[in-house]
């Protein structure tokens, strides 16, 4: 993801963000209402120093949260008993020749999401908070080699950069009430097993939830929230924590970077929303109805995914495009329609590229959106977000963003590791992964400008102010600066110098290989190292020493 420079600062921070853009704070998903019931660079321009680093508080206006209580249980949830074993709505949402992937993920015990949510707005022109209403019902699989008590939740939207005041009301495993714990400031949910989920056994686990979707003036970054006719639900439902070497990874993440680790699943959802609302979303819609009330009821399901994400307005634009199979969308209010045509081909560009480089993209849809976010753009799966404060320009941050955000569908949603603890794996190889944008769109000379300028320029300048940093350290090892000028600036130079140690061939069999053999699942950085010395033949030591640890 990409940040924004303005007090209101996003998530990563990304150096040439720094360099180049000063963003004004701004503002900004998916579902909604009947009456509100709870559901049954072109040319690149680089400056001729080195590019210093900020160091920018991030001060999000804390949420109104519950406090931590344990929930009574509901005597009945809202869902009715989910079909699971139907597989064909995935089927939809992937390119033809990777519909198998459904079948392997699911076969592999990937978590299955049955969600259905409710948006009530508000009336009229009163800029009040929208609320949220959802059931959902899971089908969690123990893949771990030990026995579970319990299934962990995460509930984002009450983080205090989401202000989205979620609650849960009803909590039931394998059709039996229980009593639910919020722990970790109310932003985990603990679902307790009546006995221990054993290896290779399931679990239905039923929830009902609402939230408050709050406006630009509770701060944050506008990634869940309604404001300027833009709803925006990143991370709207309960999601199902990641269980690792280490146990359930049921920490709060800084308030910078990225707040997200979570395993690949099958989404179907089932979203209710005003008829006049355009919906961009991660995976596909499959079908649609028109209700008596003036709401519609889309149904949209996922291939493999680690996260759902919607945006929606009424008056979406939308231009379109196909790049080897796949149906590139870029929505975008009017008045940003020549911003929204350069989303298009800058997202239809680098896809294509890196569906070459890298790997074949295998969902049937990619979407890029303009919304108010304060970041200068935010990754999803099949969908990216960029910040309309930038769709005035053409080429220069907008192209870089659009591009970096487009590299997160191999470094992150394919592949994913855990952004929390291990964030320079997917953000140091994505934003060096533009380089092969720049050398093939940017005219001569623009990829070494891009990694002289924007990542020696930002790591060198915090060299000489805080000294040397190893790259491989957790989001809360780095103040917000140094977590840009390291992770962003500094790590890319290993794959840079990489590429020269082994040239073209071997580095893209590299990436290729990566790709292949941890698609829809996690890596560690280890699993990368390993690869690189199989292809290479060469120790990576050296490299190591130099460009991950401090010098």
């Not at 990304?14 to 509100?36: E, G, H």
């Not at 009450?158 to 849960?168: A, C, F, H, K, S």
């Not at 932003?187 to 009546?194: D, F, G, I, K, N």
């Not at 149904?299 to 495009?321: K, T, V």
Request: charged share 15%; with cysteine.
């Amino acid at each position: 993801s990409l940040g924004d420079t303005s007090p209101m600062i996003v998530k990563s921070l990304v150096s040439l963000i720094f360099a180049l853009v000063t963003l004004p704070a701004c503002t900004a998903w998916p579902i909604i209402a009947q009456q509100p019931t709870t559901p049954t660079i072109s040319t690149l321009s680089l400056p001729p120093t080195p590019i210093p680093v900020a160091t920018l508080p991030l001060t999000p206006a804390p949420a109104t949260i519950p406090p931590t209580t344990t929930l009574a249980p509901s005597p009945t949830p809202n869902i009715a008993e989910v079909n699971f074993t139907d597989l064909t709505p995935y089927h939809r949402a992937m390119r033809p020749e990777f519909t198998g992937d459904v079948d392997q993920v699911a076969a592999a015990g990937a978590t299955h999401y049955y969600i259905e949510a409710i948006l009530d707005f508000p009336s009229g022109d009163t800029g009040g908070e929208v609320r949220l209403m959802g059931s959902e019902q899971i089908r969690y699989t123990n893949t771990e080699t030990t026995p579970l008590d319990d299934i962990y939740f995460r509930l984002y939207p009450n983080l205090p950069g989401y202000g989205g005041q979620m609650t849960v009301s009803t909590v039931w495993v394998n059709d039996q009430p229980v009593m639910p714990v919020l722990e970790a400031d109310d932003t985990v949910l603990r679902a307790p097993l009546s006995s221990p989920l054993l290896p290779g056994e399931s679990a239905t686990v039923t929830l009902d939830f609402e939230a408050q979707l709050p406006n630009e003036t509770q701060g944050g970054y506008n990634i869940f929230s309604y404001s300027n006719g833009t709803a925006a639900l990143a991370n709207f439902y309960p999601a199902v924590a990641v269980y690792d070497d280490e146990g359930w990874d049921i920490d709060i993440p800084p308030p910078y970077g990225d707040a997200t680790y979570l395993d690949t699943a099958l989404f179907h959802v089932e979203l209710t929303i005003p008829q006049a609302m355009i919906v961009a979303a991660s995976g596909s819609v499959i079908d649609s109805t028109i209700n008596e009330n003036g709401t519609q009821t889309l149904l949209l399901a996922s291939g493999p995914m680690r996260d759902f994400y919607i945006a929606m307005r009424e008056d979406f634009q939308i231009a379109s495009e196909t790049v080897d199979g796949v149906t590139v969308n870029s929505y975008y209010p009017p008045e940003l329609a020549e911003g929204g045509q350069l989303a298009l081909r800058y997202a239809a560009d680098a896809l294509a590229l890196f569906n070459e480089r890298f790997g074949p993209y295998p969902f049937a849809e990619f979407d890029v959106v303009a919304t108010p976010t304060t970041a200068g753009g935010v990754e999803y799966p099949g969908i990216v977000v960029i910040s309309e404060n930038l769709y005035g320009q053409s080429g220069g941050f907008f192209e870089h963003a659009t591009v970096h955000e487009v590299a997160h569908q191999w470094w992150y949603s394919l592949v994913g590791n855990d952004q929390i603890d291990d964030p320079w794996l997917d953000e140091s190889l994505t934003n060096y992964s533009t380089i092969f944008y720049w050398e093939t769109f940017g005219g001569p000379n623009a990829g070494e400008s891009v990694i002289e300028g924007y990542f020696f320029g930002p790591y060198e300048a915090a060299q000489e102010r805080v000294g040397d940093r190893a790259v491989t350290g957790p989001v809360s090892a780095y103040t917000e600066g140094e977590y840009s000028a390291f992770v962003y600036g500094k790590g890319p130079l290993f794959f840079n110098a990489l590429r020269q140690e082994v040239g073209d061939e071997v580095y893209f069999d590299i990436m290729h290989t990566y790709l292949t053999e941890f698609k829809y699942k996690i890596a560690t950085a280890n699993d990368l190292f390993a690869i690189i010395e199989q292809k290479s033949g060469q120790n990576v030591e050296p490299l190591l020493e130099t460009w991950l640890e401090p010098r």
